[in-house]
């Protein structure tokens, strides 16, 4: 049984934010505009408690704050004024009344800090944690489970791999009773729409700017062109999908930046494409993860994913191939893959 703002035993989930840029954004549109509907279909009730940010600071409000004022807020970038509290986001985290942190912060893919003593903090004081950020999941997934399970709380990650193309809760609810033999996919969609625009005739140089402008990119261009961020996401597909802990150095990677137009152009005269795939092949309990660019045949459903649509391929004992394909980025699309996560913590809780 949770505690709402008012003190009094009820199911009201207390959501504090990390962080507030593009994904918190779409969380607050879709949380304004299905309020209703959240709660007659699924009995979802919620307040949006607490937002820490690095440059804003931090607000909060027990009782919750009107989401127009705060979709409002999000399109500012000036200091926070009303319910300012001296508080960083560990400390947020700590001293607020929230059930549930969601995990917002830059990624760094090297420490996963600050996000991974986020993770800790909220765990250690009964909180619920939902990470868009692929830092704690890549990185130290087995110790914030382990930390999660023990004080019977959840550790969720939709938001990291395929952003609300659903991938964990897809293969936990529906593929059930299958072994995964294989993962394969577009795990970046910045890649992908970047060897999508050079085979309709664009230049690296000037898609890649177009990328940028769009905020399809990483905080570090080099993320998504040299395959760290496909990296990291093969890394997390490992750890919450096969039981077997993947270390970063584990997954080979290689990216992009050595294609060019000459070898999109001789690739489509083979009647192939280049994708930067990621693989997770499972044998005799071993994993072997790549990301690399490869040449695909044009049957290979990976070869259609084009844009900044993402894809996976699940090779299952007992159906063959599954493949999902859907949006990988974006500001409604990752915010989406929060609500599902959202979701599962109400069905748990209310089950
Ligand atoms: N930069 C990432 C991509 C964002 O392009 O896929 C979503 O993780």
Redesign the pocket.
Known sequence: MMVNSTGSAGSKHLIALVGFGTVATGLCKILLEKREHLSAAHGFDFEIVAVSTRSRGTIYNPQGFSLPELINLSQSTTPFENHLQDWDSEAMIRKSNATVVVELAHTDLNTAEPALTHCRAAFETGKHVISGN?GPAAIAYSELSALASKHKLLFLNEA?VL?GTPVFSFVHNTLGGNRIKRIRGI?????N?ILSEMQSGSSYESTLAVAADRG???ADPA??IEGY?AQA?LAILANILLDTPLELGQVKRSGISSITSEDIKAAEQEGKRWKLVGTLSIENNTVQAEVKAEKLPLDDPLAQVMG?L?AITFSTDLLGDITITGP??GSIE?GYSILSDLLILNGQETS
């Open positions: 692929k990291t952003s795990l970046n969609g910045t890649t729409f399809y990119l990483e993320a998504d961020d996401k900044t993402n990988g980025a990752t």
